[in-house]
C-alpha cells in the first residue's frame, strides 16, 4: 500500500514538472498574452484537466512556474557559491561566465552615479561592476 502511494506521489510530480517545463517552452514562444492551457497541455501530452488539477487555473501555473525558475536558479547558485573549497576569483569567473551567458540582469547606471556624463548614462553595467555596453 505504502508502494502505490510512493510511485502516485512520484508520478504526480513526473506530470507537474513535465508541465511546468511545456508552460516554460510556450511561455517563451509565444508571451504571457499568447499562453493558453490548451497549448501547455497539447505540448506536455497530457490531458487539459490535469493543468487544473495541479494548479487550478493558469495564474496558478504560472505562479508554480516562476517558483521552479527560481528553485532552478537558486539550485545554481548553491552551487556556484555554496562550495568553501572555491576561492573567490574562481567564484568571480564562474559569475563573469554566467554574465556572459546571460543569466544575470544588467542594470544602467542610476542618474546619481552619472549625472555628468552622457556616455556613462548610456554604458551598461552589471551589478559587480563589469561594463556590458560593448554587447549591446
Given amino acids: 500500500m505504502a508502494r502505490a502511494a510512493a510511485k502516485k ?12 517545463e511545456a508552460a516554460k517552452k510556450v511561455l517563451r514562444q509565444n508571451g504571457y498574452a499568447g ?20 494548479f487550478g487555473s493558469k495564474q496558478g ?3 508554480a512556474l516562476f517558483e521552479y ?30 554574465c556572459a551567458q546571460g543569466r544575470a540582469r544588467a542594470r ?10 552622457r556616455s556613462l548614462r548610456r554604458q551598461r553595467v552589471h551589478r559587480c561592476g563589469k561594463s556590458l555596453s560593448a554587447r549591446s
Avoid: W
Fill in 9 to 20: 506521489i512520484e508520478k504526480k510530480v513526473e506530470t507537474s514538472t513535465t508541465l511546468l
Fill in 35 to 54: 499562453l493558453s492551457t490548451r497549448d501547455v497541455a497539447a505540448a506536455a501530452g497530457v490531458p487539459l484537466s490535469q493543468i487544473h488539477y495541479h
Fill in 61 to 63: 501555473m504560472v505562479l
Fill in 69 to 98: 525558475l527560481n528553485a532552478q536558479l537558486l539550485d545554481r547558485q548553491n552551487a556556484m557559491f555554496g562550495d568553501a573549497s572555491l576561492k573567490l576569483s574562481e567564484q568571480c569567473r564562474s559569475h563573469r561566465r554566467s
Fill in 108 to 117: 544602467r547606471p542610476r542618474p546619481a552615479d552619472a549625472r555628468g556624463s
